[in-house]
């Protein structure tokens, strides 16, 4: 079946398949929060973006091969609920942005910034550092060798605008910056990026709408 990154909570994964890295899409809660398991092609190693909740089905998707790490992508309660319930169950070593390392409810293993590495298997994954969200808000690029990049934003960017900088102005200016020369600057419209919520969407969709997401401030 084609990919569309169309998921509920509680319903079935949306599976993508690239050349080296399987995508793993499926959300939890009542928050409809993403969550992730990325897997390498030839060494079947797996990596988890946001163990947001429900430890149960997490732990369900990532099945009897384990995991090797979890990413959380920033400090927020409903984007770790299940963290400590995963970690112990599989291992799992933790990574997460320094600036929001210290406010995760387990200790973490390892703190990244930008232009930092994160492997899966065989895989690579550059961590994209994004303030503004919160202050240690990171992105991950999987730029596949043999196609388009693939980017995961946790909640700094969606299809229809930056995350919620909750009215702080100066918060807004940093991430709309980030996003901006960090992400649109660099990448192609073909960028295919998964958010912390909701659906996908593509740079070339989004690119014509940085303006207006800039003047109206949120």
């Known amino acids: 079946m084609t990919y569309t990154g169309k998921v509920k909570p509680g319903g079935r994964p949306d599976v993508r ?24 092609q030839r060494t079947d190693e797996q990596l988890l973006v946001d163990a947001a909740d429900d430890a149960t089905r997490i732990l369900q998707v990532v099945g009897s091969d384990g995991l090797r790490r979890v990413v959380t992508t920033h400090q927020h309660w409903d984007h770790h609920r299940a963290l400590p319930q995963v970690v112990e169950a599989t291992g ?11 406010e995760l409810p387990v200790p973490v293993d390892v703190r990244v910034g ?19 969200h919160t202050p240690g808000s990171i992105a991950l690029l999987y730029d ?9 934003t946790g909640d700094s960017l969606f299809p229809g605008g930056v995350g919620n900088t909750f009215g702080d102005s100066s918060a807004f200016a940093s991430l709309i910056e980030d996003v901006s020369t960090k992400v649109f600057d660099r990448l192609p419209d073909e960028t295919w990026f998964y958010p ?3 659906a996908d969407s593509t740079l070339g969709t989004e690119r014509p709408h940085l303006r207006e997401w800039r003047e109206r401030g949120w």
């Open 17 to 40: 398949e690239l050349p080296q890295l399987t995508i793993t899409k499926f959300s939890v809660s009542e928050m409809d929060n993403n969550v992730y398991l990325l897997r390498c």
């Open 92 to 102: 799992a070593e933790t990574v997460a942005g320094a600036d929001d390392a210290d």
């Open 114 to 132: 930008d232009g930092d590495l994160v492997r899966v298997g065989d895989c690579t994954l550059e961590v994209i550092h994004l303030v503004g």
């Open 144 to 152: 596949d060798p043999d196609g388009t990049p693939h980017l995961f």
């Open 196 to 198: 912390g919520h909701g």
